[in-house]
T-cell receptor, first 114, second 113 residues
C-alpha cells in the first residue's frame, strides 16, 4: 500500500538557518505529493504541492521537488523565521482517481528560535 | 480564504458514551473527509463522503463509526460506545474536486476517560 515516511522531529533551528525536512514515499501509481503545515491551534493548511515528476512546488520561501528516481519530496527553506515554527506533514494522493484520500507522514515539529 | 470549521475544539467523554463531532465544510465543496491523529502517530484517513454517501473508508472506520450530512451544511462523525483508544485529534476536510486541494478544519481533540 501507499505510505509516507518523514524524518523524526523535533527540529530546532536558529532564525535564518537552512531547513531540510526529508520525506520519502511508497506508491503503486503516480501520486501527487503535498506538504501541509499546522501552526499552533490551527488546522492543516496546504503549503505546496507537485503533481508529476520533476515538478517543484513552492510557497512562502519553501520548496520541494518531486523526485521519482529517489521517491522523495524533501522540503527546504533557505532562511527560516520564528513564524515558521509549526508541524509539517508530507502527504500523497493517488492521481487519476476521483476521490482519493491523502496518506500522511507522522509530521515533523519545527521550532525556530530567535 | 474560506474555512472549514469544527466544533467542539475539545471534547471529553466517558468510555462507552457516544460522541458527535461536527464540521461545516466550505459551502461549494462536494467531497468531505474525516481523518484522525492519535498523539504521536500519523494522520490517518477514516472516511470520504460524496453525493450523500460514503465513497471510501479505511479499516479503522468500523461499525462503531458513522457519518452524516443531515442538513446540507453540517457533516458529522458519530462514534458510538467510545473506547480509550479513540482518544485522538479528529480532522474534517473538504474539497471542491476529489483528489484536489483539501481544506482542513482546526480539529477536535477527543479525550475518552
Amino acid at each position: 500500500g501507499n505510505s509516507v515516511t518523514q524524518m523524526e522531529g523535533p527540529v530546532t533551528l536558529s532564525e535564518e538557518a537552512f531547513l531540510t525536512i526529508n520525506c520519502t514515499y511508497t506508491a503503486t501509481g503516480y501520486p501527487s505529493l503535498f506538504w501541509y503545515v499546522q501552526y499552533p491551534g490551527e488546522g492543516l493548511q496546504l503549503l505546496l504541492k507537485a503533481t508529476k515528476a520533476d515538478d517543484k512546488g513552492s510557497n512562502k520561501g519553501f520548496e520541494a521537488t518531486y523526485r521519482k528516481e529517489t521517491t522523495s519530496f524533501h522540503l527546504e527553506k533557505g532562511s527560516v523565521q520564528v513564524s515558521d515554527s509549526a508541524v509539517y506533514f508530507c502527504a500523497l494522493s493517488e492521481r487519476n482517481s476521483g476521490n482519493t484520500p491523502l496518506v500522511f507522514g507522522k509530521g515533523t515539529r519545527l521550532s525556530v528560535i530567535a | 480564504e474560506p474555512e472549514v470549521t469544527q466544533t467542539p475544539s475539545h471534547q471529553v467523554t466517558q468510555m462507552g458514551q457516544e460522541v458527535i463531532l461536527r464540521c461545516v465544510p466550505i459551502s461549494n465543496h462536494l467531497y468531505f473527509y474525516w481523518y484522525r491523529q492519535i498523539l504521536g502517530q500519523k494522520v490517518e484517513f477514516l472516511v470520504s463522503f460524496y453525493n450523500n454517501e460514503i465513497s471510501e473508508k479505511s479499516e479503522i472506520f468500523d461499525d462503531q463509526f458513522s457519518v452524516e450530512r443531515p442538513d446540507g451544511s453540517n457533516f458529522t462523525l458519530k462514534i458510538r460506545s467510545t473506547k480509550l483508544e479513540d482518544s485522538a485529534m479528529y480532522f474534517c476536510a473538504s474539497s471542491e474536486t476529489g483528489g484536489g486541494r483539501a481544506f482542513f478544519g482546526q480539529g477536535t481533540r477527543l479525550t475518552v476517560v
